[in-house]
């Protein structure tokens, strides 16, 4: 089974993207500018554990 990584708003705190984890993702935790659908905007969104 594929590991996924998480994503959370860094707004609201909603867990709403869910990618596949890369190899180099084990060391830091990565941060994506992505369109949150409860803020209705582009925010920072951040791996959680």
Known sequence: MAKK???SCEK???RNYS???SKDS???RMELK???SHC???TLHKQTR
């Open 5 to 7: 990584v998480v994503l």
């Open 12 to 14: 609201c705190g909603s």
């Open 19 to 21: 990618l596949p984890a």
């Open 26 to 28: 084990a060391t830091a």
């Open 34 to 36: 992505k369109y949150c």
């Open 40 to 42: 209705n905007e582009h």
